[in-house]
């Protein structure tokens, strides 16, 4: 799902159900403060607290996933946005792939979405939370380097590898730096996915995230 979608869907649920926060906490063995959280969008579920709400609540499962199947409808149309099964890494493996071995594997309905979007899978744990291991991230082409609107998140590829990174300004303006918004993980004390000053030059292909669609949690 769309970042925060799951949040907003939960919290209909239990509000079109006039269920309150007290009940779910009750019911779910969560604390009142961390459902309340969820409810408002400002942290998203684990996988373990949403196993036990969905435990609690049945309904809450297909209310969430009637939703998700809609998102993700997969239609013939050729104004759709097709869905690639090209992994692009977001960890410390990156990917090679045989461009023979690419296909499209379905169409993503998106209005307003730029003509030449397309959707690609994400394997990894570098971009977490933003991105996370099978994630499907839209993005569009960027065709210029020198348009880069730094901070925001870019499928990038460059030598052999295809990834997907947050984009940052380097001090060497012929440079770029890659950064990994998991700066949890850690080796020792440092950081598990560092981050990489490459040359502009050796990008060559670039496209914006412009959609994060979630893998359901269940």
Same mark, same amino acid.
């Given at each position: 799902?769309?970042?925060?979608?799951?949040? =907003?869907?939960?919290?209909?649920?239990?509000?079109?159900?006039?269920?309150?926060?007290?009940?779910?906490?009750?019911?779910?063995?969560?604390?009142?403060?961390?459902?309340? =959280?969820? +409810?408002?969008?400002?942290?998203?579920?684990?996988? &373990?607290?949403? /196993?036990?709400?969905?435990?609690?609540?049945?309904?809450?499962?297909?209310?969430?996933?009637?939703?998700?199947? =809609?998102?993700?409808?997969?239609?013939?149309?050729?104004?759709?946005?097709?869905?690639?099964?090209?992994?692009?890494?977001?960890?410390?493996?990156?990917?090679?792939?045989?461009?023979?071995?690419?296909? $499209?594997?379905?169409?993503?309905?998106?209005?307003?979405?730029?003509?030449?979007?397309?959707?690609?899978?994400?394997?990894?744990? /570098?971009?977490?939370?933003? $991105?996370?291991?099978?994630?499907?991230?839209?993005? =569009?082409?960027?065709?210029?380097?020198?348009?880069?609107?730094?901070?925001?998140?870019?499928?990038?590829?460059?030598?052999?590898? &295809?990834?997907?990174? +947050?984009?940052?300004?380097?001090?060497?303006?012929?440079?770029?730096?890659?950064?990994?918004?998991?700066?949890?993980?850690?080796?020792?004390?440092?950081?598990?996915?560092?981050?990489?000053?490459?040359?502009?030059?050796?990008?060559?292909?670039?496209?914006?995230?412009?959609?994060?669609?979630?893998?359901?949690?269940?």
């Amino acid at each position: 799902m769309v970042i925060g979608k799951l949040n =907003r869907k939960i919290d209909a649920f239990f509000t079109e159900h006039g269920i309150s926060s007290y009940k779910v906490s009750k019911e779910s063995g969560l604390s009142e403060p961390t459902i309340n =959280r969820y +409810r408002k969008g400002e942290s998203n579920p684990t996988d &373990k607290n949403l /196993s036990k709400l969905l435990k609690a609540f049945p309904d809450l499962e297909n209310y969430i996933l009637n939703d998700y199947e =809609r998102e993700l409808k997969i239609t013939n149309q050729t104004n759709q946005i097709p869905m690639y099964n090209l992994p692009a890494a977001a960890g410390e493996v990156e990917v090679y792939s045989n461009p023979e071995d690419v296909k $499209i594997i379905g169409y993503l309905n998106i209005p307003g979405a730029h003509k030449e979007s397309i959707a690609i899978p994400a394997y990894g744990h /570098s971009m977490y939370p933003t $991105i996370a291991n099978g994630d499907w991230a839209v993005s =569009r082409p960027i065709s210029d380097p020198t348009e880069i609107v730094w901070g925001e998140v870019y499928y990038i590829e460059w030598s052999d590898y &295809k990834m997907y990174k +947050r984009l940052l300004a380097s001090d060497n303006l012929d440079e770029v730096i890659l950064w990994s918004d998991n700066q949890l993980d850690k080796i020792g004390d440092r950081p598990k996915y560092a981050a990489l000053s490459i040359k502009k030059e050796k990008i060559r292909k670039l496209r914006l995230v412009t959609e994060i669609l979630k893998k359901p949690n269940y």
